[in-house]
């Protein structure tokens, strides 16, 4: 009887098994390509831009400084929100800001909002009038407020906090940022207002 053909290392058939890992494994990659392509191209046409918080404007409203050291000071704080998204709101929450005097962070008030929305490539105004109780300074930051006033006609204050933002950027669903304010403003105590360029960072 004639023997059985042998095959050689070369002439082994692939196991069905492997032909089928491999069919999934090309079907797995197209579809990721795909989905990169329309990303990409969801990106290109949507162009998405984080949204801003910033202080817009602030002023020195009044102030009162007693022989005692005790200061008392109002103001005026404007917030503003930016969406710069041609097609998407975006939603402000979960914002937190501390307005303080003076070069030792002396905190003075605590500015929240509730969540807010910013309309597709529209602002919003934060409005924050602050009285302040009085404040008893010691002996150095009496110096120092003696000296700003009486010298540099100005207050040195600032506003830092945090709030979250959230938008939607079309198929490529919600992002979510952080956004930072870190800003110092020297307020002159003629009541004059000032527009200051403050850092902004989000993540």
């Not at 918080?53 to 022989?67: E, G, I, K, P, T």
């Amino acid at each position: 009887m004639p023997k059985r053909p042998v095959l050689g290392p070369q002439q082994r058939r692939t196991n069905p098994l492997i032909w089928c890992f491999a069919f999934i494994c090309a079907i797995v990659a197209t579809i990721i390509i795909v989905a990169g392509i329309v990303v990409f191209v969801a990106y290109l046409a949507i162009r998405p831009k984080v949204p801003l918080l910033y202080v817009h404007a602030a002023r020195l409203d009044n102030y009162a400084y007693s022989q005692a050291g005790v200061l008392s000071v109002r103001l005026i704080i404007n917030v503003k929100a930016e969406n710069h998204n041609l097609k998407a709101h975006a939603s402000f929450y979960a914002t937190k800001l501390v307005l303080g005097l003076g070069h030792n962070r002396l905190n003075i008030a605590q500015l929240v909002a509730d969540p807010f929305d910013v309309k597709k490539n529209t602002t919003k105004e934060l409005n924050y009038v602050v009285e302040s109780y009085p404040i008893p300074l010691g002996k150095q930051e009496q110096d120092e407020t003696q000296q700003w006033l009486t010298k540099n006609q100005t207050m040195p204050f600032y506003v830092k906090g945090i709030s979250r933002t959230r938008w939607r950027v079309g198929p490529l669903g919600s992002v979510k940022f952080w956004v930072h304010i870190n800003c110092d403003i020297w307020l002159p105590i003629n009541n004059t207002a000032v527009f200051p360029h403050c850092s902004k960072k989000s993540h």
